[in-house]
């Protein structure tokens, strides 16, 4: 029983850390490789609420809000400009990447820290002992990707943002501001990425490159998804559990590799992933 919620509960991780690249690269065609940077950034943040003293679970919505504000800046002064230069678009975003890494180094150094969970020690569950906190988190996947669909499916900017997804010059010609959707996407991306951060900090630690390990993999899911939340739940799911088993009965190193190859041989053998045809 153990092994299975191992699975479900890095599905859910792995959901939580993929969902805002997956909002960004669905309307805007963009891989944000500043993603690594954007986890790091709400690592730091619940570090920052628990050196202050406050409770944990502030981290949450601080971490969304300094990334939502990052996130602003970033569209605005670097993104936006080359909108029409999806390559150059994403070694800035690189190069972003590299430079919040950097800029943490400078602020906080590069020592290994660690930031208190909000939740500590284990439940009984379904008769086996298991951390509370993880479990908690499948809990957080779950009312994020509900929030996000009904944001989607039932708000006018979630129909705006379907039609610039769809047809981004159709959707000008019906009078949509794309440059808005791209913004606020953009923004609720990089929110969602701090987000993540802030979340998966208490299984590990926070360094400056908190982000990296989780960037390839993150981007290899969302490829095999096809832009669909529902198909990134099983990319998660499912690649996600092959990566549990191989580490568990193999090696963790080839685990870590699991995603990866695994994203790449069905990429091959069907272009359009996890998505319906």
């Avoid at 504000?69 to 936006?80: A, F, K, P």
């Avoid at 678009?89 to 190069?95: M, S, V, Y």
Wanted: aromatic share 8%.
């Amino acid at each position: 029983m153990a092994q299975i919620l191992d699975i479900i509960t890095t599905a859910a991780i792995l959901y939580v850390v993929c969902a805002g690249l997956l909002i960004v690269f669905g309307v805007m065609k963009i891989i944000n490789f500043a993603h690594g940077g954007f986890l790091t950034v709400g690592g730091y943040s619940a570090l920052l609420v628990t050196k202050m003293g406050w409770h944990p679970w502030w981290g949450i919505p601080v971490s969304f809000a300094i990334g939502c504000v990052c996130g602003m800046v970033i569209e605005r002064l670097v993104v936006r400009p080359l909108y029409a230069r999806p390559l150059d678009a994403i070694l800035a975003t690189w190069g972003l990447g590299i430079i919040i890494g950097q800029l943490i180094t400078l602020g906080f150094g590069r020592e290994v820290q660690f930031v208190q969970s909000p939740v500590r020690g284990a439940i009984d569950f379904a008769g086996a002992s298991y951390s509370q906190y993880r479990l908690i988190l499948v809990g957080a996947a779950i009312v994020l990707g509900l929030a996000l669909s009904a944001a989607l499916n039932g708000t006018r900017l979630g129909l705006q943002t379907r039609a610039v997804i769809m047809n981004e010059n159709l959707a000008r010609g019906l009078g949509i501001n794309s440059g808005l959707v791209r913004f606020i996407t953009f923004t609720l991306g990089a929110g969602l990425a701090s987000l993540a951060g802030a979340l998966i900090t208490p299984l590990s630690s926070v360094d400056p490159n908190l982000g990296v390990p989780w960037l390839v993999g993150a981007f290899m899911l969302v490829m095999v998804s096809g832009m669909s939340l529902v198909s990134l739940a099983i990319a998660c799911l499912v690649l996600g559990g092959a990566q549990v088993l191989v580490s568990t009965y193999g090696n963790p190193v080839l685990g870590g590799l699991t995603i990866v190859v695994l994203a790449a041989l069905l990429l091959r053998l069907r272009p359009q992933g996890f998505a319906r045809e």
